[in-house]
């Protein structure tokens, strides 16, 4: 590898000999078009798209297979190449079906984007177009297949083969008769299949879940975290404010993996992707108290009344907040700061899902919370501190605990009976209505991750930042604002404004957080100290 | 469908000619197609195994090359050229023939499973167009009587 200089289109770019000329245009914000390069897989060179003149080379050259040289002076726009690349494009679209109004790909298609950029000619050919096998095939769980749109760019082929490893994709038969499928009788079946459909630049592969939801240009982003394993996958909640009265009110139409070269590259496992239903359906809106008639509704700074009495009238050791390593670190150390050390309950963090051994060598990890690195961190505790959660009975009935706070673990209709029996008083903070929300002696809804900001670290110690997409449902809020709210029923001089400044708390005191800045945490996430 | 004892020595010895699986997928599949005469699909997981190959790249190479048969063929498969010389020379005349002889049209295999027939690209004996190939014998300057003659002399 060596630094060499190149001209592109008049422009002189410093970059290095093992770079391709699309790889130095594309960092360098030059978008030469492209559907088969793809920066997390091989290079196939099929697509012809990427055609760029090079001087000194009689033939135009596919800017994705040829390496920087130095003193290579380059053109992607002047007028032979977009002459040839419209050709190009000419052909890719010679029998792809005119069916934009009714695909799903439309809005975000390559195929669209680059007939306006590059394409806009008047159709030439005169004769039938090759039409392939039936439309809408499911190949997958997740996945559909619409052979006459596929332009065999063979991305989905190569990430079977290079990232998934299991190589169901194959381009069968040859020339125009060419199609994609999958093995005769073989289905779609690896945990990272939907991506796919994520890499497929046009309309071929399209998301079974997200078909016919959303158009795509309805939808909003907002830059998140994947909370469905340590790993912290960086992702991108889709999703839709402007249409509330389709599909039921549901708000997330999808999630789609952010690229993050450390965590999880452009990648993300289909678990995780399709973990965002609990986000609308099914959540706990409201503060709601058992009385003898039922569960009575209680505004949340009334439900928060009720929850400091309780705290009041019990000693504080027996009183026990089992923590959640599905909340942020922001919230992890509010609820220290006000349980622990204000109050002096007693905390512990259960080993729930923490080793299911559910984990492989790519993306997903056993640990099926964001953020247990981060609460371990927060209260200085290590993995053998965790509380198993077939111990909890023992414990509540050994340190006689009165108060039991649970922060969203679900507990079984067993321990629900025996902690009555123990005449423990049941108190559920969460986002969704359970058994244990139902059964509660209170319940006080929290916000999901969708709707608050924070941060988790995630397995490797990197502390990443999320930022909500929405507001919360009804009442629910992040738990340092609960716990705030609670602090002023139990006059208690403790304040946690925004997840900004009890970061700013948090770092201040604990080492591995120090050096972080709650704003100058990127897109990438940063790590704390070693 | 598993392996025949004589196709297992034969892909043992392919395996050993190349350094990588991948490689002997192609020799392999004309193994295959020697033993079988055409390449059943019932067979490709097991030569995948033998070969260590994903089932899918056995397939993907028997659909690209058109001179892997994906169903049965007769005993004698005739490859009649229809290029641009053998057009130019009346092929189509030649196929006329054949059909009319063998009772059977292009693409397809008489009863007895002794003949098929197809058309296919240029076989590289332009100078004795029409061409035909049978079991990778050629013959050139075909005539109807040619052709009679050709075809009686097999058994």
Redesign the interface.
Known sequence: MEKVTITLNGQQIETTTDKTVLQTALDNGIHIPHYCYHPGLSIAGNCRMCLVEIEGIPKLQISCNTFCRDGMVVHSTNDRVRKAVRQVLEFLLINHPLDCPVCDQAGECWLQIYYMTVGQYDSRFTGNKVIKHKKATPIGKWVMLDQERCITCSRCVRFTREISKT????????GDHCEIN???G?ELENRYSANIMDICPVGALTCRDFRFKCRVWYLESADSICPSCARGCNIVIHHNPHRPHKRNGARVMRLKPRYNPEVNKWWLCDDGRYNYRFIDQGRLRHCSVLSPTGREQLYLDEGLRRLAELLRQTPPRQTLLLLSAHSSNEEAFAARRLFDQSLGCLCKLPDEGVFTGDQDDFLIREDKHPNTNGVLRIFGWQTSDLLPMADLLDFVAQKNIKVLLVNRHELSADILGQLDQLECRLVYLGTNVTPAAEAAYLAVPLATFAEKEGTFTNCDGRVQKFSPAFLALGDAAPEWEIYSRLAQHLGLEQAFPSAAEVFEQLRTGNPFFQKLEFHEIGAFGELGAP | MELTVNLKSRLDEIKRKFPFAFSSVLPAIHAVQEEFGYIP?EIEPAVARYLAV????I??VT????MFNNRSVGKYHIYLCSNVSCWLRNYESILAYLEKKLNISAGETTPDGRFTISLVECLGMCEQAPVMQINGISYGDLTPEKIDRILDNLD
């Not at chain 2, 659909?63 to 058109?66: L, S």
Request: hydrophobic fraction near 30%; charge should be positive; aromatic fraction near 22%.
């Open positions: 190589n169901e994709m194959v381009i069968f038969n040859r999958t093995y005769p073989r | 699909l994903p089932q899918e790249r397939r993907e659909t690209f090359y058109f």
